[in-house]
């Protein structure tokens, strides 16, 4: 966040507002202009809203309803590894596969940190647009109280935990699911997608990728509605490829009974092949 921010503040054609509420947005003549709540009105040539799962301007854009529950809980915590039992700490990527749940743990920060992400099939009660909420400790052992003692352990040693409520949208559908006219969502607004494959924020750097390279194509010759077009075709078909694979991932890791057995069997054969995904990391 401080490299884009730094980046920002070196080009003397960006301004930059904080604190700022978009109301809506109205199209005309050609052009887009911005509704601020504090009364502000703003116009440019296009309106690109990168503004997360609850943006205001997809709303506006394609009034499709709030994004759907997914029924998981994610349990999130980064601690200290010296602050963990010798027993525990790790300087490589861990996965636990369970009935309806998973745990992963990865070295962060030079390998000084671990980060630990637990996932569950359950609600909250409470706003879903706070993404953080406080966590119970106990709820989470409870939830797991029939894996293997090793993942019990090294749970119940992660003093504190804070808890995301996971949301997401059903797979893109069509080009105009991403840009119609003057507006154009990107990133979590316009492809929210489960953390199963971890690409959420790679998918919203290629969107921005994509839509600097029209940019940059077309020098002022063809109008915004179609630049924008483009971006869009070039975009949705990977996106919802990504927000269908997450979906499915997630299946898996959670299988039950003889599936789960077969998926684990499988693991043991086929090793990281079984999860390979050559056409995500060749790039788009």
């Not at 647009?129 to 029939?146: F, I, M, P, T, V």
């Not at 990133?187 to 998918?203: F, I, N, S």
């Not at 898996?252 to 995500?280: C, K, Q």
Request: proline share 5%.
């Amino acid at each position: 966040q401080q490299l884009l921010l730094q980046a920002l503040q070196q080009r003397e054609a960006v301004w930059l507002h904080t604190g700022k509420t978009v109301h809506r947005y109205v199209e005309t003549h050609g052009a887009v202009g911005l509704k601020l709540s504090d009364g502000l009105d703003v116009e440019g040539d296009a309106l690109i809203a990168a503004d997360g799962l609850w943006s205001g301007i997809r709303q506006q854009l394609l009034n499709d309803g709030p994004p759907r529950v997914a029924g998981h809980l994610a349990y999130r915590a980064l601690v200290r590894q010296a602050d963990l039992p010798a027993a525990v700490r790790s300087q490589q990527v861990t996965a636990w596969l369970g009935p309806r749940l998973h745990v992963v743990a990865y070295p962060v920060r030079g390998g000084e940190w671990l980060n630990v992400v637990a996932i569950v099939h359950g609600h909250v009660q409470g706003g879903l647009e706070d993404w953080d909420h406080g966590a119970n400790a106990a709820d989470l052992q409870a939830a797991l109280a029939r894996t293997c003692t090793e993942l019990r352990d090294f749970i119940g040693a992660v003093p504190s935990w804070r808890l995301w409520v996971l949301c997401d949208r059903p797979p893109l559908r069509s080009a105009e699911q991403m840009a119609r006219g003057h507006v154009a969502v990107l990133g979590d607004a316009a492809h929210p997608m489960r953390p199963y494959l971890a690409q959420g924020a790679g998918m919203a750097i290629e969107d921005a990728a994509e839509l600097g390279r029209q940019v940059a194509l077309v020098d002022g010759v063809l109008d915004v509605p179609t630049l924008l077009r483009r971006y869009a075709l070039n975009r949705w078909q990977r996106n919802a490829r990504v927000q269908a694979r997450s979906i499915r991932n997630g299946q898996i890791f959670h299988m039950e009974g003889p599936m789960a057995w077969a998926r684990d069997t499988s693991l043991r054969l086929l090793g990281e092949r079984l999860l390979d995904v050559p056409w995500l990391y060749q790039g788009p």
